[in-house]
C-alpha cells in the first residue's frame, strides 16, 4: 500500500467523542479519484481505544461533503460500526475497521466520521486517509532480470 501525507485526513487523530477528520480532501478534479485507479479509503487504530465506561462501540464512516469543514450537505459513503468487545479487543492497536475501494464520488470534499455509541472513550487514535494499491498487472510488469529499467 501506498500512502500520501496530502490523502490523509486523520493523522493519529485523537478520537474521544463524536467528531470528523481534521483534514478532508479536495475531491473535485482529482485525477483517478475512482474505483478504476484502485484508490481505497482506509482507517486503521493507531492507539487502542479506552470506553470511559458506558460507551459501547464506534461507528466509523467514509462521508463527503460540500465543504472543507466535513459539515455541509455530508453524505455518507460507507460506514461500519464496531462493538468494543472484552477489553475493547476490536478497537485495539492494528485494526482497520476501514480498507474499501473508493466509492464513486459527487462532492468536493472527501473525509471520515466517528461517532461514539453511547458513551466516549478516554483514550483512542486514528489515521485515515486514502491510498492507491501497489498491485499491477501481472503483464504490465518489467522482467524480474531487467531491475525496473
Request: charged residues 15%; contains cysteine; proline residues 5%.
Amino acid at each position: 500500500m501506498n500512502t500520501d501525507k496530502q490523502l490523509l485526513c486523520s493523522d493519529k487523530q485523537a478520537v474521544t467523542v463524536d467528531t470528523v477528520s481534521t483534514d478532508s480532501i479536495l475531491v473535485t478534479g482529482l485525477a483517478g479519484a475512482d474505483r478504476g485507479r484502485r484508490m481505497r479509503a482506509f482507517c486503521q487504530i493507531e492507539t487502542g481505544f479506552t470506553p470511559d465506561g458506558a460507551a459501547t462501540g464506534i461507528t466509523f464512516e467514509v462521508i463527503e461533503a460540500d465543504n472543507a469543514a466535513l459539515t455541509a450537505g455530508v453524505v455518507s459513503l460507507f460506514s461500519r460500526t464496531v462493538v468494543n468487545g472484552a477489553g475493547a479487543v476490536n478497537l485495539a492497536v492494528g485494526q482497520r475497521p476501514i480498507d474499501v475501494a473508493l466509492p464513486p464520488l459527487s462532492k468536493a470534499y472527501l473525509g471520515f466520521r466517528y461517532t461514539t455509541n453511547a458513551g466516549d472513550y478516554t483514550a483512542g487514535r486514528v489515521t485515515s486517509g486514502v491510498t492507491s494499491t501497489t498491485d499491477s498487472p501481472v503483464q504490465s510488469r518489467p522482467p524480474a532480470e531487467s531491475h525496473g529499467y
